[in-house]
T-cell receptor, first 116, second 112 residues
Framework: SAVISQKPSRDICQRGTSLTIQCQVD?????MFWYRQQPGQSLTLIAT?????????ESGFVIDKFPISRPNLTFSTLTVSNMSPEDSSIYLC?????????????FGPGTRLTVL | GQQVMQIPQYQHVQEGEDFTTYCNSS?????IQWYKQRPGGHPVFLIQ?????EVKKQKRLTFQFGEAKKNSSLHITATQTTDVGTYFC????????????FGKGTKLSVIP
């Protein structure tokens, strides 16, 4: 298993500003992912955070809007840039631990973002 | 791209009744996973199914993977108030694919 923490847990931001969300894991993991979950909705994969290389973005998500860093095997950040109210959502990071029997993902507690 | 449909969207049951949620993929899956998300919480892994026709049980929960590996179901027998939450299926594509496509989830309410 893996224990994941996220900062901040929630924030209220003004339109046009940017917010950086941090994800810290208690063990080294190869795979880290960033998801968005709008209230009452499903999870949508934003990107896979690759250590030592650029993140891999899913259709509909671009690096300019959601830059991601992955400086090592236990940490990643997601920035939500030039925010608009449509970016209000819960942002979750997840990891796939090394050596697990399944390729299940463990999720962080999420960051609840409100953009005014 | 891969799409995963899940029904029903909501289910209200009396405590003690059974509950089933169904998941259907537009493409053949290499495996399917199930997650539970309690209100205000984050998704928690329940199980993974890999083999065609596989059936797995966890106490009152029974998970099935279809023969064609395109559909799956989760059945809860004799629901309890602790079962409240949203149940998501998540499909994984071809061999070596680590990305999950989540269904929309089924929100279960249990009336005591």
């Amino acid at each position: 298993s893996a224990v994941i923490s996220q900062k901040p847990s929630r924030d209220i931001c003004q339109r046009g500003t940017s917010l950086t969300i941090q994800c810290q894991v208690d063990s080294q993991v190869t795979m880290m992912f960033w998801y968005r979950q709008q209230p009452g909705q499903s999870l949508t994969l934003i990107a896979t955070a690759n250590q030592g290389s650029e993140a891999t973005y899913e259709s509909g998500f671009v690096i300019d809007k959601f830059p991601i860093s992955r400086p090592n095997l236990t940490f990643s950040t997601l920035t939500v840039s030039n925010m608009s109210p449509e970016d209000s959502s819960i942002y979750l990071c997840s990891v796939e631990p090394r050596g697990s029997s399944y390729n299940e993902q463990f999720f962080g507690p999420g960051t609840r973002l409100t953009v005014l | 791209g891969q799409q995963v449909m899940q029904i029903p969207q909501y289910q209200h049951v009396q405590e003690g009744e059974d509950f089933t949620t169904y998941c259907n993929s537009s493409t053949t899956l290499s495996n399917i996973q199930w997650y539970k998300q309690r209100p205000g919480g984050h998704p928690v892994f329940l199980i993974q199914l890999v083999k065609s026709g596989e059936v797995k049980k966890q106490k009152r929960l029974t998970f099935q993977f279809g023969e064609a590996k395109k559909n799956s179901s989760l059945h809860i027998t004799a629901t309890q108030t602790t079962d409240v939450g949203t149940y998501f299926c998540a499909g994984s594509g071809g061999a070596g694919s680590y990305q999950l496509t989540f269904g929309k989830g089924t929100k279960l309410s249990v009336i005591p």
